[in-house]
């Protein structure tokens, strides 16, 4: 079996994101930018299945600009077998995302696709499930536990009451979440074997697809601050303040 | 046009969400009408029908529906979406699951998440985990949009008397089964629509110590939420997670016991109308947002505190 995952390119999740002020967008301008952190589970997981002798190959598969690259090579890193670098502007909608993804699995042959449940820089949370939409396949969102066997997926999902189970006909498409495993941290030697892994590129203009924005940014804005407060003293200042002051108990 | 809410529920309550996207939806222009896909699921189209301003409740019964399984559901809604302008859901682990998936098959971009609607294409979302707000339009024929409950008031659950429609059941997309589902069990009020929130992370230290987080909230008749780190642990269950990439409360109380007020914790959280926080560390970033902050070893003050609110 193939497993394809898909890694985005995003700002790191422990930078502050300042918005330009021309109000044009968040400024990534010599900004740190790392595998969208949902990705690098999504990666540890296709590589588990290699290792435990389910999956025979894994791809990992990022579009944007040619920086990419460098996400790709990470999740080589931890263990993919090879990259597909599919060359794009910035800031495609998850639609577009999932159009060509949709065309990688179908030249790849994959049986199973694992995503993260979300980007954490459009917080979109959409790309998967419209993934499977679109190939007309079953999906498992929001995953805490994943298990394949028979051609089947038992998926185990993190839902707003707790925990659901579900049971796929691969092939697939599967979101994880966070506490689906630890990923790993490539070692030194295995990024340097990563630079020698093949990753084939090309240009989203060139697929034939309708991946035209269907959406405008009007405008980016800072959220309004909110001020710090006092501090008190002692539990006894604390209820005093909530009750007398804030009205709220 | 119409707007088309599609509402959440277990076959026999509406859950409260919905009535907060049924808000949003009153805000984007034409007539609001619901979709109630489920199975014996009457008593759920008969509390949309009594919701305040909504005009019509298409109902589809049918056992595929049993479970809200997005295989099923997406062909249904897609049937629909056509005589409509808009269609809506909450952005809970239901309306993310299902709707991208309308939303792709009917060649639209969803609308994730939205804070605030400002005309019948423009929206207004939170990006970057809230350290950004999105204005974004859409050119879109039929607009599928999320919506973040904590932004819209909910829907008056009285003075509707909507007409109640039966429709057809579409053909289900298969592949996907039920399996089970495993519930957190509580007493106390649900996270997201509680009035007070008391939440413990990391500095709690276990899930036996996480019974004084309990303790306190069981006084404040509160919710109890937990940070991703108090999740990861084990503390508590996952479903007890706010952030962003958890659940988003906005309470006029909440109590961070223990939490240091990571940006993804914040984005979950900051929309509170009063913030109260507890931590040993005075540096520690939750005290910038909190309106008052008590810097004090957590094992001796939320007892304390338990104690003098009883
Ligand atoms: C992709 C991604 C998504 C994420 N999503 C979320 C999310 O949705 N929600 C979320 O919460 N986090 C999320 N996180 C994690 C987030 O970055 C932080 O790691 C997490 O919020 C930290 O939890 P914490 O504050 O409980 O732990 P810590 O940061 O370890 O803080 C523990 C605090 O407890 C205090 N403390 C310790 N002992 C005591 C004591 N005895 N008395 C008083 N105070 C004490 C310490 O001073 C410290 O401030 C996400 C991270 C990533 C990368
Ligand atoms: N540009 C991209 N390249 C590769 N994978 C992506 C890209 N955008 C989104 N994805 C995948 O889709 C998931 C959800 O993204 P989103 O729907 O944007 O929140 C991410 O965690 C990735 O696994």
Redesign the pocket.
Known sequence: MKIL?????VLDPYVRAYVKPDGSGVDLSNAKMSM?P??EI?VEQAVRLKEAGVAEEVIA????PAK?EE?IRTALAMGADRGVL?E?EPD?E?LA??K??KQVVEDESVQLV??????????????????AALLGWPQGTFASGVELADDKAKVVREIDGGLETIELDLPAVV??DLRLNEPRHASLPNIMKAKKKQVDKKAAADLGLDLAPRMKVLHVSEPEARQEGVRVGSVEELVDKLKNEAKVI | MAVLVVAEHDNSELYDVTLHAVSAALKMGGPVEMLVAGSGCAAVAEACAKTADVERVLVADDPAYQHPLPENLAPLIVELAGSYSHVVAAATTFGKNVM?RVSALLDVSQI?EISDVISEDTYERPIYAGNALARVQSSDSIKVVTVRTTKFDAASTEGGSAAVEKVDAAPPGGGARFVEQNLSESDRPELTSARIVVSGGRGVGSAEDFQMIEHLAATLNAAVGASRAAVDAGYVPNDYQVGQTGKVVAPDLYIAVGISGAIQHLAGMKDSKVIAAINSDEEAPIFQVADYGLVADLFEAVPKLTEALK
């Open positions: 995952v898909g890694v985005k390119r969208n949902f990705d999504a598969v990022s579009i944007g990419s996400t599919v794009s495609l998850p995302v999932a060509i993804l694992l995503l993260g449940k979300q980007a954490i820089d459009d917080d979109c949370n959409q790309t998967g499930q419209s993934l979101t994880v | 991208p994730s």
